[in-house]
């Protein structure tokens, strides 16, 4: 349950993931100009107090597709393997994991505003080693936690005028549904700011998450995470690279930082 994950340091959180285990269809730090298709993105986090081997490696398999001009559907399967270099772990926790897969859809009525709704099924094993998965990126937490969530998210997107800038803000609600425990609720948020250079985009900003159904300080119930991103935006194989940094001491006590690479196949027009 990611409501009762606190604070009190990584090695405590480390040894309660180990004896229970915390835009969905595509990462928050992609290019949204990259369009419809296939992308693959490989996530690595490196983890304090805890060091795994090199191929230690969290992965996300998304799609979106067009179903009309305002409809899209977007999906999402992830995976990781863990490997400890930590004889004492129990191996029984590492190898390989499939995480919780999405299914959402997409409705974008305007160029600017558009709206996604979505849930994951709960298939990710909760006898396994899911932080490595979780802390590459608290957009998708949700991808390797024990838990059924059901997700929206309301996105804008404004280009200034006479610039190649553009500012992009997404926010909206979350229910964790726990089997023998109440729902969790929680607010997703961020913002970025990106320069569109025609071929390619780079971008920062800031993603968020807030637990509003547990007890404590705004603090306490909050992670995030600062991001710098680049993509290739044209061509039939597109790539892209971001780098995540931790925010505040929810996350600085567990992650040093969070590097992706991922690769788009665009849809055939």
Partial sequence: MFGSVRPAGAATLILGLLASAPSYGQSFWTGRSIGDGITLEVVRPDLKDVELTSPSLAYYISLRHALSPAVRLVGELPFSYVGFEDEALDEDHGG?????????????PESFFSLEAGFRLPLTDDSKWRMLGMYGGIDRIDAF???????????????LPDSRVAVRLNAGPSVWLQSGD??????????QLWYQGGSFEIGTGLSGLFIAT??????ERSWHQLGFSADVVSGSVRPGVNLRLPIGEN????????????VTIPARR
């Fill in 214 to 219: 547990t007890s404590g300080s705004v603090g």
């Fill in 182 to 191: 109440d729902p969790d609720v929680l607010l997703g948020y961020g913002g």
């Fill in 145 to 159: 936690q024990d838990v059924t969530p059901i997700y929206s998210r309301a996105n804008f997107r404004w280009a």
């Fill in 96 to 108: 390989m994991l499939i995480g919780n897969p999405y299914l959402g859809a997409e409705y974008t």
């Fill in 251 to 262: 996350m600085n006590d567990v992650l040093t930082y969070s590097l992706g690479l991922h």
